[in-house]
């Protein structure tokens, strides 16, 4: 029994997970949205699974913090995390809008197709793993291991990068503002380029960000493990 | 003593002068000489070649006096087999306990992946997809279609997986426990690179750990979070390579698995590392009974459902397979054989053309191939080249399958009535004995002839 309020004008549908499940949010998610502009969700006390797989172009206000998988699988949709963000927020997102006010743990936007996925604060260990097209903004620093075998898509770190980044990175394209603790195996440092400058400042504009893309360095694949090799040593 | 010059010696005898090691064999010089003078190791395709304990070491107990056996051709043996019962809304329900192993596109083509799903879909059982997504064709082709959820994720996406039967979390398979998938470049043509999100020819690596979880209380959280996606309505499988199978199973029951797939270290691949297929995991006999006695002391048989797979090839291999415990088993290396892998010939127009200068140039005949890495498959089955995924046809391919799937559930049900069961799950260790001190003490199956089952009595949980 889903208990919503379906209001004629734009008000959202809202959702108390203190009173009613995460199940029953998503089921309503994953039905006919027709005419729900936006659904807000209260007391979300870091549940899990908050309003996955969904699809459809609605407002989803979460006001608080979530668990795993927050708006994982993500298409249309533009979701806004009012706390922050367990593991895995926006994982394999396929398009739309996730937006983290504050800190998102670790795997964010892990593997994400497409759409745009906005962390305000820090992100933790391996944002943008697995990356296949997905963009992804963090205001802030990422840990360790991030952009690992990112394969399409965009990373834009505004603070500092931790150890081993964009390691096995294939053809995700990473833009780091801070200082990169370091690389990982097969990324390099390579010069910005005038359509860099472009897909940088059209990123930081749809996340409200001021920087200016000069600031930033670029990192790419180096493109050595493409082949297998014996000089390449451990390094796969 | 000074040697009388006048007296030759003896020669060394030939058998001396040419004494081959078994330790530093043909074999093994080949392995040095290749590393030394290529610096790489060696990948190849399908599974392990050395001679394992299996299913060949057990024999079953047809009844006689003490048992009862049913009439081959009147009385009724039933083979319907009914998975994922414990969580899912829509369990899946197949006429015969012989479903299709996971095989990607990209190993295979789709040529292949069509015919696998057109025989299944007739013989009321299920195929899976593999590391490189979901084609049109198979979820045109199959009925029933398991949709895996892998570490690289390639492909993965929310569409497939509503349109999928079934969602299989892979955590490893038999051929490579704790490796990563691996596609060689010669594979990577513009479609696979394009389902892949990947450059065209690379030699592509997938990631041995899932992007978004790590260890089994996360995995639960996963498990939870692909039921939400899909309204709880799907059974959702884990696959797991056999290693530490007892621990691994209590696991993923714990994790909330609703089917579990063991694969032996027998299990097939379509390109590994030489090392990890004969030397990492535990084969296929040895993994069956400690998933059973993980699920026996959860309690939880009749809730989870146990599928096997890993050098299954005969009708006697399922039977045995179910009678040590199983469900239903997966078969994909013994699918590839039906299709014509390792044949001398395939079949184009009707007609048998000859295969046989393409493993030549392969260096390499019918019947010893393994080069499925290659993407030069001669008969068509693990390619992308154009030219040779034709040598396919799936209409031709279907048909193969089903018979080759049709003959292992007579011999399933043959056997099963010889033992007095009108139901192939009822199928019982009991029936069963064996012929080898290694297979009895792994299979917890009494060696033929005596009560005894090497190590009984010993902790199952030490295993």
């Known amino acids: 029994m889903v208990r919503v309020m379906r209001a004629r004008d734009a008000a959202p549908v809202v959702f108390d997970l203190g009173r009613q499940s995460v199940r029953e949010l998503n089921q309503f998610l994953h039905g006919d949205l027709k005419g729900v502009a936006a659904v807000r969700v209260e007391n979300p006390d870091g549940a899990h699974s908050i309003a996955v797989a969904v699809d459809a172009p609605v407002r989803i206000e979460i006001g608080g ?45 892990a ?36 952009a690992f075998m990112a394969q399409a898509g965009h990373l834009v770190v505004c603070g500092n990068a931790g150890e081993g980044l964009g390691d096995s990175l294939y053809e995700a394209v990473l833009y780091v503002r801070g200082d990169i603790r370091s690389l990982g195996a097969d990324a390099e440092v390579q010069p910005m380029t005038a359509d860099d400058v472009a897909t940088l400042t059209q990123l930081l504009g749809a996340a409200g960000l001021k920087h200016a893309a000069r600031e930033f360095k670029r990192v790419g694949s180096a493109r050595k493990l493409y082949h297998w090799n014996a000089d390449a040593n451990q390094e796969y | 003593m000074a040697t009388d010059p006048h007296i030759e010696a003896p020669a060394i005898p030939e058998a001396l002068q040419r004494e081959e090691s078994s330790l530093y064999n043909r074999h093994v010089l080949d392995y040095i000489q290749h590393a030394a003078a290529t610096g790489l190791y060696e990948i ?26 049913l009439e081959g051709y009147r009385e009724k043996c039933t083979t319907r087999t009914v998975l994922g019962t414990r969580f899912a809304r829509k369990p899946i329900e197949l006429d015969i306990p012989i479903t299709i192993a996971g095989m990607s596109f990209g190993a295979l083509s789709a040529n292949v992946k069509e015919a696998l799903g057109r025989a299944a879909a007739s013989l009321g059982t299920s195929t899976t ?16 279609l398991i949709y895996q959820c892998l570490p690289s994720r390639y492909g993965f996406n929310p569409d497939d997986l509503r349109k999928a039967d079934a ?16 596609l060689l470049g010669q594979k990577i043509n513009p479609r696979v690179a394009k389902m892949r999100t990947l450059p065209e020819g690379v030699d592509q690596r997938s990631a041995s750990r899932h992007p978004d979880w790590t260890g089994p209380d996360d995995l639960t959280i996963k498990i939870k979070e692909l039921r939400e996606a899909t309204d709880w309505e ?72 146990l599928i096997v797979s890993g050098g299954i090839r005969t009708g006697a291999d399922v039977a045995k397979a179910l009678a040590l415990g199983a469900d239903a088993v997966a078969i994909g290396q013994g699918v590839l054989m039906a299709l014509g892998c390792n044949s001398e010939s395939y079949v ?27 993407g030069r498959c001669p008969v068509g089955v693990t390619t992308q080249d154009p030219v040779l995924e034709k040598r396919l046809e799936p209409e031709v391919g279907a048909q193969r399958v089903r018979n080759y799937l049709k003959t292992l559930n007579m011999e399933l049900t043959m056997i099963a009535r010889a033992c007095g069961k009108q139901n192939v799950h009822h199928l019982e260790r009991e029936d069963l004995a064996a012929l080898t001190i290694e297979a009895a003490a792994m299979s917890g199956v009494p060696l033929a002839g005596t009560s005894w089952i090497p190590g009984m009595g010993s902790d199952p949980k030490q295993v």
């Open chain 2, 234 to 305: 799907k059974p959702i499988y884990v696959k797991i390579g056999a290693t530490r199978v007892f621990h691994d199973v209590k696991l993923c029951v714990h994790a909330g698995a609703d089917v579990i797939v063991v694969d032996g270290m027998q299990g097939g691949t379509a390109a590994t590392q030489l090392a990890f297929i004969e030397h990492v995991g535990i084969p296929t006999l040895a993994a069956v009974r400690q998933a059973v006695l993980a699920l026996e002391e959860l309690n939880v048989k009749e809730q989870v459902q």
């Open chain 1, 111 to 146: 593997s994400a197709h497409g759409g745009l996925l906005v962390i305000r604060g820090d992100a933790g260990l391996r944002c943008g793993i697995s990356l296949k097209g997905g963009d992804i903004v963090v205001g802030g620093d990422v840990g360790s291991f991030s």
């Open chain 2, 44 to 69: 190849r395709g399908l599974g392990a070649k050395r001679r394992l304990p299996h299913f060949d070491d057990l024999v079953f107990l047809g009844a006689s006096l003490s048992r009862y056996p």
């Open chain 2, 167 to 182: 969602i299989e979390v892979v955590i490893g398979q038999g051929a490579k426990p704790g490796g990563g998938g691996m």
């Open chain 2, 348 to 374: 184009q127009d009707g007609k048998h053309l000859s295969a046989v200068a393409d493993y030549r140039k392969l260096r390499t005949a019918p019947g010893y191939c393994h080069h499925c890495h290659t």
């Open chain 1, 65 to 109: 913090h979530t668990g795993y998988y927050a708006a994982g699988m993500n298409q249309r949709a533009t979701v806004i995390i009012e706390g922050n963000a367990g593991p895995g927020v926006a994982e394999n997102m396929m398009s739309g809008t996730v937006d983290v006010a504050g800190f998102a743990s670790g795997g964010a936007g």
């Open chain 2, 129 to 144: 997809t593999g590391d490189g997504g979901m084609t049109q064709e198979e979820r045109r082709s199959s009925k029933t």
